[in-house]
């Protein structure tokens, strides 16, 4: 998911040109990859610095991405997959919107020009002009939280959800003109940027920039749309199924592609990125694929065994207590507990099993739980397990 171009930035909502370009150029100086060789996180850090800049720095990009988020952007910073998408690997645009910001933008001649895409290839941009997608911009990713049971969790269940995202506006049926038409950008010849060559002390550098007629896109809305002011998108509700399987857990997110905020003007939708909060169970506890009980038994139960029903996760069960069970024992149940994520089976049921003290005795009740003390059944032997020496645990086990 993008973060937010002003937190990237540091900035408030308020912030002046003056303090965007301030804080770009503290920041791209502090993660810029001359300083940094090698490092991966301060280069995904540059790349995401650079993007936020170029949209905030333009007026109308600015206007826009308040207005809509990162789906209403009009340049490749927003698309997810132009210069400063993840994964990209376009470096040629983040080193020229540097040398822009740093090394000025005037076109001069002589000397010997030193080309950024000559010098680095492909890996840098390659010298080729990247085409935009006839069909617009892609659409922001949605991210939501999902909260299950553990009932829910154990075997899997599909969900109906209703989300509130940017749709298709049904007016202009997305293409934000009234005419339904778009016409290609004659300044750029939709390819969405522009080029512009500058020398500095280093040599002659390449900057390419979003178009400025286009923002970025490529073509251009000559009638627009009334009713989504020619985005071609504008908020609204829509409902989605999503099969949850068995075994996640708290903190695990699916991610249906395509069911996330359309694009403008007619651009691809981004994806629905669902998150799994697990809701705390009144009765049990998890721990990996097993559920644990508590169950309490009176002291005759504990001693002389009982059948019992206790609580899962489909219903009561019996469960068999063996006579003379010790407090914190953990009987199991197989079987019962929550569905394997990535394999097939279950986990168990375990039930751990603590002796009930009660506070409130009649006096009949006293009398016999003292009859019971003089008989010696309710004290411990005179050695008990914990009292013995080393070496008798050791005769104990090995004979």
């Known amino acids: 998911m993008k973060r937010d171009y002003y937190e990237v930035l540091g900035i408030s909502r308020s912030a002046s040109k003056d303090d965007i370009k301030k804080a770009y150029r503290k920041l791209a100086m502090k993660y810029h990859p001359d300083k940094n060789p090698g490092d991966s996180d301060a280069e995904e850090h540059f790349k995401e610095v650079n993007e936020a800049y170029e949209v905030l720095s333009n007026d109308d990009k600015r206007r826009r991405y308040d207005q809509f988020g990162h789906a209403g952007v009009g340049s490749s910073a927003a698309s997810g997959g132009g210069a400063?998408?993840?994964?990209?690997g376009d470096f040629?645009?983040?080193?020229?919107?540097?040398?822009?910001?740093?090394?000025?933008?005037?076109?001069s001649g002589g000397g010997s020009p030193f080309d950024f895409e000559e010098v680095f290839g492909g890996g840098f941009g390659g010298g080729q002009r990247r085409q935009r997608s006839s069909t617009g911009l892609r659409g922001g990713d949605l991210k939501i939280r999902l909260k299950l049971t553990l009932e829910e969790i154990a075997k899997g269940v599909e969900k109906t959800l209703k989300i509130k995202k940017q749709v298709p506006c049904e007016v202009c049926s997305g293409t934000g003109s009234k005419t339904g038409e778009l016409e290609t950008c004659s300044t750029c010849q939709g390819t969405?940027?522009?080029?512009?060559?500058?020398?500095?002390m280093f040599g002659q550098f390449v900057n390419i920039t979003a178009c400025p007629t286009c923002g970025g896109e490529g073509r251009i809305v000559k009638d627009r749309c009334t009713s989504c002011h020619g985005e071609g998108i504008k908020q609204g509700d829509t409902t989605v199924k999503v099969n949850i399987p068995a075994g996640v857990e708290d903190g695990n997110y699916l991610t249906l592609r395509g069911q996330g905020n359309a694009g403008p003007r007619g651009g691809s939708n981004g994806d629905l990125i669902v998150v799994i909060e697990e809701a705390s169970h009144k009765l049990f506890?998890?721990?990996?694929?097993?559920?644990?009980?508590?169950?309490?038994?009176?002291?005759?139960?504990?001693?002389?065994g009982s059948k019992v029903e206790v609580p899962t996760l489909e219903g009561r069960v019996k469960l068999t207590v063996p006579p003379g069970t010790q407090p914190n024992t953990m009987l199991r149940i197989s079987g019962k507990g929550?569905?394997?994520?990535?394999?097939?089976?279950?986990g168990d049921h375990l039930v751990r099993v603590n002796v009930y003290i009660p506070k409130d005795l009649s006096h009949r009740d006293k009398e016999l739980l003292k009859e019971m003390k003089k008989s010696g059944h309710l004290v411990p032997d005179e050695k008990t397990d914990h009292e013995k020496s080393f070496f008798e645990k050791a005769r104990d086990i090995f004979g």
């Open 192 to 200: 969405g940027e522009v080029r512009q060559a500058s020398k500095t």
């Open 285 to 304: 506890v998890r721990r990996g694929d097993d559920v644990i009980y508590n169950l309490p038994l009176g002291y005759p139960d504990m001693v002389l």
């Open 92 to 107: 040629g645009d983040i080193f020229s919107a540097f040398s822009d910001m740093f090394g000025g933008g005037a076109r």
């Open 84 to 88: 400063y998408g993840a994964g990209s």
């Open 338 to 346: 929550i569905g394997h994520l990535k394999s097939p089976g279950r």
